[in-house]
């Protein structure tokens, strides 16, 4: 899987032959994922090389490509391969930070000679 700027390249398929599905699954190569009206989509990673007929298989049966973070997280689909390249090299990427502050640790401690 080759990951860059964070994000790898998924290939999106369709309804693939069950054979096909199977081939992947016993592999631990699907992932899928139910989005938020409750749809589940089927995704492989696009780089990995597997044996021509499942390949061909995929290829027949992509609906689309779409980016998702090293840790799972969905970026973006998209139609064609090229698209989703050049998203995936334009990726940022962007680290927050959550800082909690105890309420009584408000005021940093001071010595007895700083002025408050």
Wanted: glycine letters at 8%.
């Amino acid at each position: 899987m080759t990951s860059i700027n964070g994000v790898q390249i998924y290939r999106e398929l369709g309804e693939a032959p069950v054979h096909t599905l199977e081939w992947l699954e016993k592999r631990g190569q699907l992932f899928n994922v139910i989005d938020p009206k409750g749809k589940e989509h089927v995704f492989v990673d696009n780089d990995l090389p597997r044996d021509s007929e499942i390949t061909e298989a995929l290829v027949g049966n992509t609906v689309g490509f779409a980016l998702f973070t090293e840790d799972g997280e969905y970026v973006g689909s998209y139609r064609a391969l090229d698209r989703a390249i050049a998203a995936q090299k334009g990726a940022r990427l962007v680290v927050t930070a959550d800082v909690e502050a105890d309420p009584d640790e408000d005021e940093p401690d001071r010595g007895p000679d700083e002025p408050a």
